[in-house]
């Protein structure tokens, strides 16, 4: 497995931070920046970059777009993801239309998501 840290990505990972999807800024702004439970934004984890990650929760929260519903999105989130799954993370994925349409509900869905993971580690 590689190293949690990879320099490499760095500076994808800043440019990914400076332009945010709509989505992302709104849950950002809106939900994640002020949560008691302290999230990161584009965080570089191995060989790859998670739109949102807590290490307290142990959680990867990703907003996916429309090509994420393709068949080659569908493969390249499942790697991702068991690739993910052995830093011992969870990951969470919500697509980009909810947060537009049901922003409250996303966020009570990620909050109780936090909890339950915290319940359980302790």
């Avoid at 349409?101 to 302790?122: H, M, R």
Wanted: net charge positive; aromatic share 10%.
């Amino acid at each position: 497995m590689d190293r949690k840290h990879n320099k490499s990505i760095v500076p994808v990972a800043k440019m990914l931070r400076k332009n945010m999807t709509k989505e992302e800024n709104h849950l950002w702004y809106d939900f994640l920046r002020t949560y008691p439970i302290r999230f990161s934004r584009q965080k570089v984890l191995g060989k790859y970059i998670a739109d949102f990650y807590s290490a307290q929760a142990k959680l990867i929260i990703e907003l996916d777009g429309s090509q994420h519903f393709e068949d080659k999105g569908i493969e390249n989130d499942r790697k991702r993801s068991e690739y993910l799954k052995q830093y011992g993370l969870k990951i969470i994925r919500i697509p980009n239309n909810e947060v537009n349409k049901n922003f409250k509900g996303v966020c009570e869905y990620i909050d109780l998501c936090v909890k339950q993971i915290i319940a359980d580690n302790d």
